[in-house]
């Protein structure tokens, strides 16, 4: 199983940007994945996740409306799409993932907490004028 996140970059305040995930060993679509972020001095932050139980979205309050994610039909790749961006939001982004089975640890927004098994390296997302 292995995660690569990739589309970091420099923003002005209030653009947008997508960041990738590409899966391989597993399906984005049937397994339980989030969206990271670690600012410096910060801890790491659940942004956005996908349930695997029933594939409901859930987001950080930080971002929500704002974020959303989105995923490829063949569950290649998982997409976070990020927009009216903040200084705030400036980070180091991370994909995860855990296989199944997903017992009551896994349930409702659950999967915003970083109790995932595999992960991703990270990208860089500055926001600045």
């Known amino acids: 199983v292995q995660l690569q996140a990739s589309g970091g970059g420099l923003v002005q305040p209030g653009g947008s940007l997508r960041l990738s995930c590409a899966a391989s060993?597993?399906?984005?679509?049937?397994?339980?994945v989030g969206w990271f972020r670690q600012a410096p001095g910060k801890e790491r932050e659940g942004i956005g996740c996908i349930s695997a139980r029933d594939t409901t979205r859930f987001f950080a309050d930080s971002v929500k409306g704002r974020f959303t994610i989105s995923t490829d039909t063949d569950g290649s790749t998982m997409y976070l799409e990020m927009n009216d961006l903040k200084s705030e939001d400036t980070a180091v982004y991370y994909c995860a993932t855990a296989d199944p089975p997903y017992g009551s640890q896994w349930s409702g927004d659950r999967c915003l907490r970083p109790i995932y098994k595999y992960w991703g390296q990270g990208t860089l997302v500055t926001v600045s004028s």
């Open positions: 060993g597993f399906n984005v679509n049937y397994w339980v």
